[in-house]
């Protein structure tokens, strides 16, 4: 008998401050035609006192608060940002979710790819485990990277998700499509440092897309494309997932011009990358949250189809259906109304608060300005039992509750 395996919860988290792309643009001479090819409107920002850590915690609590600790036997948490070459980021997100201690727990790092990793290994987990539930959460930070022309289509932010075999949200279907070739398109070969090969970066998405999407068509239960009611990608760019979509749309049978079919299929799932950006391993599930809550016809029974890739690289093509309490799930977040509450910044602040960022997972000794932003603790932390970064000495991170 095949056990129901899915996604139960899913929450997003943009932290607290948000710079948008038109202001980024007239300060580095940006087009902007070019925001508007590339449909970019901001990307969230962290504070002094948010790293990777904060950010997956207080992604997860919500989730956690309401599911109860207990009810966890894994937790895996995905990121290209973590803080020490040995230490994993899961223990610091173990303890602050007061996990119990049988709760398996480890970081996973694959590039963008890292979170559908997280995700699939926890449902096989689920599968063997009926009993338990498993959290998945991805978490990141983009470096510094003024005067690049990806500079304002990167973003910082976390999701956290409940895998069980009761899903309210989605529940994923057997077929799974993978594809994986070794390259250097994107890499972070020190904490601070980020070296991108763009083109490479886009025609490696592009190859493995279609030999991900053809190994998933192959297999027992895969959807045709006119199956999938909506799809939802990876999407460090609108332009490179309109590519993508075309790709899967070859074979389609029906009448309707790629255009439209994308802008119905698939332009929905945009609606929250595009606000904080790419948080890379993240970013499928920000699409597939802005799909749940944008798109007008995300309703009970339809299905969607997810193409996730990672530099490096590996890809996967995986669908799911979408449970008659998904919409529901979501707006208990409210996700809209605290996306609009982040405080907005200029490029001079933008970039002061990244080489703060840079100074707190590199050094030794770091203390967070709480007052570097006027007000910005007292209005956004301070009483709302958040998890913020109180200092470092010796390299060793302390948390406290706001």
């Known amino acids: 008998m095949q056990v129901d395996i899915g996604i139960d919860d899913l929450n997003v988290y943009g932290s607290t401050l948000v710079i948008h792309a038109e202001d980024i643009a007239a300060v580095r001479g940006t087009p902007p035609k070019r925001l508007a090819q590339w449909r970019l409107e901001s990307r969230s920002l962290v504070p002094p006192y948010e790293d990777p850590v904060t950010l997956a915690v207080n992604a997860a609590r919500p989730l956690v608060d309401e599911h109860g600790a207990a009810e966890f036997g894994l937790l895996l948490v995905a990121s290209e940002s973590g803080l020490d070459y040995s230490k994993p980021l899961s223990s610091y997100v173990h303890e602050f979710l007061g996990l119990p201690g049988r709760c398996v727990h480890s970081e996973i790092k694959h590039a963008c790819f890292g979170g559908t990793a997280a995700l699939l290994l926890a449902a096989d987990w689920v599968r063997a485990n009926p009993d338990a539930k498993a959290l998945v959460v991805t978490t990141d930070l983009s470096r510094r990277l003024f005067g690049h022309a990806a500079e304002s289509a990167e973003g910082m932010g976390a999701t956290a998700m409940v895998v069980s075999t009761e899903p309210r949200v989605l529940g994923l279907d057997a077929a799974r499509g993978f594809a994986s ?53 990876h999407t460090p760019l609108a332009p490179l997932v309109r590519q993508a979509h075309l790709l899967f749309a070859e074979e389609s049978s029906a009448d309707v011009p790629p255009a439209e079919q994308f802008e119905r299929k698939v332009a929905p799932s945009l609606r929250y990358c595009q606000k904080i950006g790419n948080t890379f391993s993240g970013c499928l599930f920000v699409a597939l949250a802005g799909l749940i809550d944008g798109a007008p016809d995300a309703d009970t029974g339809r299905r969607v189809g997810l193409y996730s890739y990672g530099s490096g690289s590996s890809a996967a093509f995986f669908s799911g259906v979408l449970r008659s309490e998904a919409r ?17 910044v200029d490029v ?29 603790f007292e209005e956004s932390y301070a009483g709302r039992n958040a998890l913020v970064l109180s200092g470092v000495k010796g390299y060793q991170r302390s948390y406290q509750w706001s």
């Open 181 to 233: 070739k070794e390259v250097y398109d994107v890499a972070r070969p020190t904490h601070t440092h980020t070296v991108v090969d763009s083109e490479l970066s886009l025609s490696a998405y592009l190859d493995l897309a279609e030999i991900a999407w053809s190994d998933y068509r192959c297999q027992d239960g895969a959807a045709a494309y006119d199956d999938l009611d909506h799809l939802a990608c």
């Open 328 to 344: 529901a799930r979501l707006a208990r977040h409210d996700i809209p109304s605290a996306l609009m509450a982040r405080r907005r």
């Open 348 to 376: 001079r602040t933008y970039e002061r608060l990244v080489e703060d960022l840079e100074q707190s997972l590199t050094a030794a000794e770091f203390e967070p300005d709480t007052g570097a932003i006027a007000n910005h």
